[in-house]
């Protein structure tokens, strides 16, 4: 069969409105969450991250909020631009070895 | 701040051919570096975890006399691909993270093409 993997999850969104992208981590003991923003051909690109011990968090035009209770994640993008344009992870990390558990990703694509 | 320098951002060359990629912190010190693999369309593939001054830990499944692992000073790590070949085209991205910090910080990829 196909895999999942080589179709990636698309939104689109027209361009000024707001865009909400969302994310379901797997490991109920995670307790940080990260945002990457990767456009083409270059490295993910830190957004915004979370805690486990916050239900949200806000920054420039971009708010996390995450529910622990069903694990999920989501990333508010405000007056979506042109230069939202990219790929963007979630991600996920528990205790202390640092390593992240990555979400599939999903391309979102403004419409102008 | 936190500026993850990642060189060379292309590489082509010829199958038997050994190529190193270098990461590079620019304003922190990095005690622990992570080296990805990314194939198109797809999500990041975690290689292996490079901590100054020991021994990288390998991923399952990642070749550690294939893919060579150098994190020699708190600023540097290298991977070299020895020997590549065409299947170990792909594109390869380096993160760094500052002792007792999060999160980690990406290098711009390097695209390797094995022909």
């Known amino acids: 069969g196909e895999s999942v993997g080589l179709h990636l999850p698309t939104l689109s969104v027209q361009e000024g409105d707001n865009s909400i992208i969302n994310c379901a981590y797997s490991?109920?003991?995670?307790?940080?969450f990260i945002w990457y923003k990767q456009e083409s051909g270059k490295g993910p690109q830190f957004i915004i991250d979370?805690?486990?011990n916050m239900d949200k968090r806000q920054g420039q035009r971009v708010t996390v909020l995450l529910n622990k209770t069903v694990k999920h994640l989501s990333l508010q993008i405000a007056a979506t631009q042109p230069g939202d344009s990219a790929v963007y992870f979630c991600?996920?990390?528990?205790?202390?070895?640092?390593?992240?558990?990555w979400g599939a990703g999903t391309k979102l694509i403004i419409k102008p | 701040g936190a500026v993850v320098s990642q060189h060379p951002s292309r590489v082509i060359c010829k199958s038997g051919t050994s190529v190193k990629i270098e990461c590079r912190s620019l304003?922190?010190?990095?005690?622990?570096m992570f080296w990805y693999r990314q194939f198109p369309k797809q999500s990041l593939m975690l290689m292996a975890t490079?901590?100054?001054?020991?021994?990288?830990?390998?991923e399952q499944g990642v070749e550690k006399d294939k893919f060579l692992i150098n994190h020699a000073s708190l600023t540097l790590s290298t991977l070299t691909v020895t020997s590549a070949h065409p299947e170990d085209s792909s594109f390869y991205i380096c993160?760094?993270?500052?002792?007792?910090?999060?999160?980690?910080?990406f290098g711009d990829g390097t695209r390797l093409s094995i022909l």
């Open positions: 993160s760094a993270r500052e002792q007792g910090a999060q999160p980690q910080h």
């Open positions: 304003d922190f010190q990095a005690t622990t």
């Open positions: 490079s901590n100054e001054g020991s021994k990288a830990t390998y």
């Open positions: 490991n109920s003991a995670s307790d940080y």
């Open positions: 979370i805690r486990s």
């Open positions: 991600a996920e990390n528990m205790g202390s070895n640092y390593q992240l558990i």
